[in-house]
């Protein structure tokens, strides 16, 4: 699972050949360490549909998400075909 972004203690990854609906593994903390909080965020709307996260690290992970939906969208699809995400993700 390719590592896309990192930024304000978040981790964002997105799985190979994952599910619909196009979506984005959000970590607050080191993934797969205990005590790591984690959520999928629906890269078309920004919204949690799975996990849980505190607010202030959603509400900083869907706008980042806002911000970046395009690249995000066609690096998922890459992602689904088992290619690595070419976009380079940057927070402002």
Same mark, same amino acid.
């Given at each position: 699972?390719?590592?896309?972004?990192?930024?304000?203690?978040?981790?964002?990854?997105?799985?190979?050949?994952?599910?619909?609906?196009?979506?984005?593994?959000?970590?607050?903390?080191?993934?797969?360490?205990?005590?790591?909080?984690?959520?999928?965020?629906?890269?078309? &709307?920004?919204?949690?549909?799975?996990?849980?996260?505190?607010?202030?690290?959603?509400? &900083?992970?869907?706008?980042?998400?806002?911000?970046?939906?395009?690249?995000?969208?066609?690096?998922?699809?890459?992602?689904?075909?088992?290619?690595?995400?070419?976009?380079?993700?940057?927070?402002?």
């Amino acid at each position: 699972m390719p590592r896309i972004g990192s930024f304000d203690g978040l981790v964002v990854k997105i799985y190979f050949n994952d599910h619909p609906p196009p979506h984005i593994h959000v970590y607050a903390g080191r993934p797969r360490h205990p005590g790591v909080q984690a959520a999928r965020l629906s890269i078309d &709307t920004g919204e949690v549909i799975a996990g849980k996260l505190p607010q202030a690290k959603i509400a &900083t992970a869907k706008s980042w998400c806002e911000e970046h939906r395009e690249a995000l969208l066609a690096d998922w699809q890459r992602a689904r075909l088992g290619l690595h995400p070419t976009g380079r993700y940057h927070s402002s």
